[in-house]
């Protein structure tokens, strides 16, 4: 039996407009492949909607990549009459009445939404082991011993196991492009704005962003086609032109690529950095110069703790809603405090209550110069730090992350440069807002490695012609867990 859940979306597409598969049977093998899977990434099952959807669908549309394609999307997006929990009890039972700004734009395109994948609770978290449904694994690793990474765990697990070709995910510090490395897939985050985030069950919005996994460049360009765009409904979202990535890529040849040695030097596996550099040699063979830079290294060391207040106390905020009354299930009580209490008490895992504790402790009046404040002035650093890098730059390359996935029971040294430096150096790319995308750089242990490639903003269309020359280089596009083993 063929399986076409290996297939590019630009592959399915042309096999659709052909009339050599129909969306029904692509359906049915995505439903399939979701019923037979081991590593626990679906949230709420779609099943019924997709078969109607992919039974309806008229003649193949041309002109829209996206017709008939298969298609999983993470749990803290809003989908219509839908189940959306965002992987916390707090939600369960929760369906909501209109669809996020990028499911429509999915669903006008004739997508067919399989179903919602597991994440972090709430978006909080990078291990993908904090959902209501228990931990989510790595397809890569038949021993369910490595992590998959987060919070878009689901999403990310999905594709990297052929499910489906692409599944929406959310990027708050890393939460595509690091699970990206660990998958070997194409996790892409565009400038801030440039997709609305109408829908999106909010985390920390000055650094949320709506991003996606794929497991080709081009697959990458076309999804940007479909939902960048001025949305009336989210007035963040930028009303810049969105351009024809898919057709105007433009090569290597001139562009200046920045490498950040000092974040570099804080990776300390040997394979990792030899195939890096193995692939910058390249890109210079190709035309491209390598920049080296370093950045201050108090920034470096202060990416890591100024992301958690910012993140944490944004997230407070943000979900002050979340009261027991407004959504979900109700927990009981005689007043609304009581119930209020009970909520948060039992709706909430351990993770989730720290990060409201440290928020909240960080907003306090009388701490928010020393904590909140304080941070927010190190973020502006460390985005100008990284812009003026651009100025004389088209893009930053640098390893997606330290190693290969790591074990569920490796416990991070929070005080090296590992932890600090090269495992959080790519919320760099949420600071500031900038185009970001993570793609295969090789294999090590039977396990992916990947590379980050960081553009100034609303330059996608540079960030993805330096990523579909290096995934040229690599010869890794269409990676799977099947594959290369």
């Known amino acids: 039996m063929e399986k076409y859940s290996l297939y590019s979306v630009a592959e399915l597409h042309d096999l659709l407009v052909k009339k050599e598969v129909t969306p029904l049977e692509l359906a049915q093998e995505a439903i399939r492949l979701l019923k037979e899977d081991k590593n626990n990434v679906l949230e709420a099952s779609m099943e019924d909607e997709a078969l109607e959807v992919a039974s309806s669908l008229g003649e193949p549309q041309v002109d829209a990549p996206f017709w008939g394609i298969p298609v999983l999307v993470k749990d803290n997006y809003s989908t219509k009459n839908v189940e959306s929990t965002a992987s916390s009890d707090i939600l369960n039972g929760y369906r909501p009445v209109f669809d996020a700004e990028v499911i429509a734009r999915l669903k006008k395109q004739g997508a067919v939404l399989i179903g919602k994948t597991t994440l972090d609770e709430l978006a909080m978290g990078g291990s993908g082991t904090t959902g209501h449904k228990g931990i989510t694994y790595n397809p890569w690793d038949q021993k369910h011993e490595r992590i998959m990474g987060g919070s878009s765990c689901g999403s990310a697990a999905a594709v990297a196991a052929g499910i489906v070709p692409f599944a929406l995910g959310s990027d708050t510090g890393d939460s595509v492009r690091k699970p990206a490395s660990f998958g070997g897939l194409v996790g892409f985050k565009p400038t801030w704005g440039r997709i609305s985030r109408f829908g999106l069950f909010p985390f920390a919005p000055s650094l949320d962003h ?276």
């Open 210 to 485: 709506v991003g996606y996994f794929t497991r080709s460049v081009l697959d990458a360009a076309l999804a940007l086609e479909v939902l960048a765009g001025r949305d009336e409904k989210d007035a963040t979202s930028s009303s810049r032109k969105v351009e024809k990535y898919s057709s105007s890529f433009s090569g290597v040849k001139g562009k200046k690529l920045a490498v950040i040695d000092n974040i570099v030097s804080s990776i300390k596996d040997k394979q990792n950095l030899n195939d890096f550099n193995s692939l910058l040699d390249k890109l210079v063979a190709e035309g491209a110069h390598i920049n080296h830079v370093k950045m201050d290294a108090k920034l470096l060391n202060a990416i890591y703790p100024t992301y958690i207040v910012i993140s944490c106390a944004e997230a407070t905020s943000n979900n002050a809603n979340l009261d027991g009354v407004k959504f979900g299930p109700r927990f009981g009580g005689n007043t609304y405090e009581e119930v209020m209490t009970n909520a948060r008490t039992k709706g909430f895992s351990e993770l989730i209550k720290r990060r409201f504790v440290i928020g909240s402790f960080a907003l306090m009046k009388e701490n928010q110069e020393v904590l909140f404040l304080r941070a927010q002035k190190a973020r502006k650093l460390i985005v100008d730090a990284v812009n003026s890098i651009l100025v004389d730059n088209d893009s930053i390359i640098l390893p997606a992350a330290p190693s290969i996935a790591p074990l569920f029971h490796e416990d991070a040294d929070k005080l090296s440069d590992t932890y600090l430096v090269a495992d959080n150096h790519l919320a760099l790319g949420n600071f500031a807002g900038l185009p970001s995308i993570t793609i295969p750089l090789s294999i090590e242990k039977g396990m992916p490695l990947g590379i980050n490639i960081m553009g100034r903003p609303f330059e996608e269309g540079t960030v993805l012609s330096i990523a579909l020359e290096a995934e040229r280089l690599t010869g890794l596009k269409g990676l799977y867990s099947g594959r290369d083993k």
